[in-house]
C-alpha cells in the first residue's frame, strides 16, 4: 500500500503543469517562487525516501503558501515515518481547504487515507485542577488547559506532563486505544511556600539522656550519664521497613522490565516482517532504534529489581542480630558492681 502510494505521489507530481503539483498563484511572485522551489525539493527528497527532510520541505513551502499538492504529499512522508497523527491532521486540512477543488484520484485516495489513519489515532482530552497548566505530550507542547479541542495521537504509550507555577510537575504515563477517546484529568499539588525572612524555626528540645545512679563506697549516691545505643533508638525496625521498601521497589522494577521486554519483541517481530534478512530499509530506524532502547531498558530494570528483591528480604528475615547494648542494666552499691540484661 505505502508504494503504491508513493508511486501515486511521484506519478502526480510528474505531469507537466499539473494542477496537482503547481501551487495556486501566491500575492506575489517572489513567494510563489520560494514556494516552488522547497516544494520541488520536498518531491526530490520523497523520492529518495528521505522522508523526514521531504517533511521540512514541504512543512516550509505551506508557510509561505498552501496548495492541495503540499498538504497530500505531506500527509504521506509523515505517514511513511509512523507520524499517524500528524499525517491525518495534514489529510484533514486538505478536506477542508481544498475538498471542493481535489480531483481523482487524489480526493478518494485522501479519504481512504483518513479512514485508515483513524484506526492507527485516538483523541486525548486532558483537565487540570487548577486550570491554566501548560501541557507537553512526549516532551512536546500541546497547549494550555483548558482544551476546547482534544489531541489526536498516535496509539500506544505516552507521557504526559502539566506544569504550573506555583505547583509541582505532574507527569504520568497514558495508553490510547485505536479510536478512543481518552479524558485524563490531574490533580496538581502546591508547592509550600518558604517561610519569611526573619523567621525563626523553633528547635526542639534535646532529648534527656538516661542516668543510672552510681553509689560510692561509703554508700554516698552520685550520678553517671549513660548514652543511648543504636537499639535503644529503634535501628531494627527502621532496618525492616526499609527492607519491605526495596521489595516493592525490586517488584515493581520486575515489572517495568517485562514491560519494556514485552514491547521490545513486538518490534522485533515487526522489523523481522519488514527486514530482508539483515538488510532494514532505511525508514525502519526508528523501530531498530526503539528496539535497542527497549531491550536495554528491559535488562536494567529486572536486573535492578532481582538485587532490590534479594535485598529486602534479607533485611525483614534478619530480625534478631544480637547486641552487647540491649537492655543492660548497671547498679553498684557500697561493696559490689551487679551487671544484668537479656541478649
Known sequence: MRAFLLLLTLFLCGLPHSAHCEPEAPPNAETKSQAQRFFAAGVSLQKTEDFEGAIAAYETSLQLFPTKSALFNLANCQRAVHRYADAWNSLQRLQSEFGAELAEPMASTSLAQLEELANLTGLLSI???????????????????????????????????????????????????????????????????????????????PEEPQKVNIGSERGTPSSHVVPKTE?????????????????????????????????????????????????????????????????????????????????????????????????????????????????
Open 127 to 205: 483537565e487540570t485542577r487548577p486550570s491554566g497548566a501548560t501541557i507537553r505530550v512526549d516532551g512536546k507542547p500541546a497547549g494550555t488547559t483548558p482544551w476546547t479541542n482534544p489531541l489526536r495521537v498516535t496509539i500506544g504509550q505516552h507521557v504526559v506532563q502539566a506544569t504550573l507555577d506555583g505547583y509541582a510537575l505532574k507527569e504520568t504515563p497514558v495508553r490510547v486505544s485505536p479510536r478512543q477517546t481518552l479524558v485524563l484529568a490531574l490533580e496538581l499539588e502546591a508547592v509550600p511556600q518558604a517561610s519569611p525572612a526573619g523567621a525563626v524555626t523553633p528547635t526542639p528540645a
Open 231 to 343: 537499639t535503644d533508638a529503634g535501628l531494627g525496625p527502621a532496618w525492616r521497613t526499609a527492607g519491605w521498601v526495596g521489595m516493592a521497589a525490586g517488584v515493581v522494577g520486575i515489572a517495568v522490565g517485562a514491560r519494556a521486554g514485552l514491547l521490545a519483541i513486538e518490534v522485533d517481530e515487526r522489523l523481522q516482517r519488514v527486514c530482508e534478512g539483515s538488510h532494514c530499509a532505511r525508514r525502519s530506524g526508528p523501530d531498530i532504534e526503539r528496539l535497542e532502547r527497549l531491550t536495554t531498558s528491559a535488562n536494567v530494570f529486572v536486573g535492578a529489581g532481582v538485587l532490590l528483591v534479594a535485598a529486602g528480604t534479607s533485611l525483614v528475615l534478619w530480625e534478631s542480630i544480637p547486641t552487647a547494648s540491649e537492655h543492660i542494666d548497671v547498679s553498684f552499691g557500697p561493696s559490689s558492681v551487679q551487671v544484668g540484661g537479656s541478649f
